[in-house]
Nanobody, 121 residues
Framework: QVQLVESGGGLVQAGESLRLSCTAS????????MGWYRQAPGKQRELVAM???????NYQDSVKGRFTISRDNAKNTVNLQMNSLKPEDTAVYFC???????????????WGQGTQVTVSS
C-alpha cells in the first residue's frame, strides 16, 4: 500500500508565497512522476505542475514563472514553491504520483488527501 502525505497549505494574501510538500511512503519500487493538481469549487481538477523521474517538468500556463516544482528522488518527496499568489490560485491542491509498486512493473496512480490554499485579495 502506498500513501501520499501533503503539508503546507494555508491562508495568505495576494502576492505572498506558500510551499507545498508531499511525501510518498509504502510499497514503492520507483516513482515515474510526481505532481500537483488543484480543484476550485465548482470546477474540474486541473494539472498545476508535474515533474518526471528524469527531471523534466510541465506547468499549467497560468502558473509559469510563479510556481516551481522540485523533487527529491531519494526521499520520494515533491515540493511546489508558489510565489506571487493570486486569488484565482485558491483551491484544494492534491499531490499525485505514478508509482511502480512491484517487480512486475505494475503501475498505479495515487492521490493525496488534499490541502487547502486560500489567497485573499
Amino acid at each position: 500500500q502506498v500513501q501520499l502525505v501533503e503539508s503546507g497549505g494555508g491562508l495568505v494574501q495576494a502576492g505572498e508565497s506558500l510551499r507545498l510538500s508531499c511525501t510518498a511512503s509504502g510499497k514503492i519500487i520507483s516513482i515515474t512522476s510526481m505532481g500537483w493538481y488543484r480543484q476550485a469549487p465548482g470546477k474540474q481538477r486541473e494539472l498545476v505542475a508535474m515533474v518526471m523521474s528524469g527531471g523534466n517538468t510541465n506547468y499549467q500556463d497560468s502558473v509559469k514563472g510563479r510556481f516551481t516544482i522540485s523533487r527529491d528522488n531519494a526521499k520520494n518527496t515533491v515540493n511546489l514553491q508558489m510565489n506571487s499568489l493570486k486569488p484565482e490560485d485558491t483551491a484544494v491542491y492534491f499531490c499525485n504520483a505514478l508509482i511502480i509498486y512491484d517487480v512486475a512493473a505494475d503501475v498505479k496512480t495515487y492521490w493525496g488527501q488534499g490541502t487547502q490554499v486560500t489567497v485573499s485579495s
